[in-house]
């Protein structure tokens, strides 16, 4: 089902950050004021067709009636499988001696997903994992919560988030699960060599199957009044204390 980005702004936007798009459609009697020269000017600089469609039809494919005559449609993203990153991340970790894996358990926020991604791509993470139903998948808030690191980093969608972490443990991985319940603290947890990192969901954390399918789990240390953190502000944390050990260890 094809993605529709809504608005001049966002279109802007979409433009702005890198999201692959097929067409930028503008309704027949949209009035083509600065914002519009602007979308006209981006979408040539980036060889974007731009299509005119009739007002009817624009209403007709506009999910949230907020079109303001322009739409743009996006490409799907290309996933790649969970053994084309478990092969990279191998390749990499024979290498330079660690890798990391970032696990994504049911997370729902597109935004979440793309501030992970981010991170990931930051510190060198050879990819993410994400389950292909009940879960956030890469979207046009995802391209702009990442600010594009999306198209740098590769990810996979799989059916089974503990499969994939048997199957990384079976490649010399271990698993370390992010999780405010933990006993350990992160600071002493050994995060050296090949680590797939999980992160649970929004809402319930890491679900009970796979945090019994992690060799360990792990908390932030906290000192304030604050139940925890977001779980994308915890994720580049936990990539980045993973950074540094690795870093240490070279």
Not at 108 to 125: C, F, H, K, M
Request: net charge negative.
């Amino acid at each position: 089902m094809a993605e529709y980005i809504e608005g001049k702004r966002a279109v802007i936007e979409a433009l702005r950050s890198g999201v692959p798009l097929r067409n930028v459609l503008l309704s027949d009697n949209v009035q083509h004021d600065g914002l519009i020269k602007d979308i006209l000017r981006k979408a040539k600089q980036r060889d974007i067709s731009v299509r005119e469609i009739s007002r009817k039809r624009m209403d007709s494919i506009s999910e949230r009636g907020s079109h303001q005559g322009v739409m743009a449609e996006a490409k799907p993203y290309s996933y790649v499988s969970g053994g084309e990153i478990l092969a990279a991340a191998s390749t990499h970790a024979e290498e330079v001696g660690n890798a990391l894996i970032v696990v994504c358990d049911h997370i729902t926020d597109a935004g979440n997903l793309g501030a992970i991604a981010r991170s990931a791509e930051s510190v060198g993470a050879s990819g993410l994992v994400i389950p292909n139903k009940r879960s956030a998948h890469v979207s046009a808030a995802t391209y702009k919560s990442s600010a594009g690191a999306v198209s740098h980093i590769p990810i996979a969608q799989v059916a089974n988030i503990s499969n994939f972490i048997e199957r990384a443990k079976e490649d010399g991985f271990w698993a370390i699960a992010a999780t405010e319940h933990a006993d350990c603290i992160l600071w002493d947890a050994d995060l050296k060599g090949r680590i797939v990192l999980v992160m649970g969901s929004e809402h319930d954390g890491v679900s009970r199957l796979v945090l019994e399918t992690c060799d360990i789990a792990a908390a932030l240390p906290q000192e304030g009044c604050v139940a925890s953190l977001n779980v994308a502000q915890a994720s580049t944390v936990f990539m980045y204390e993973w950074l540094r050990q690795n870093v240490q260890n070279a």
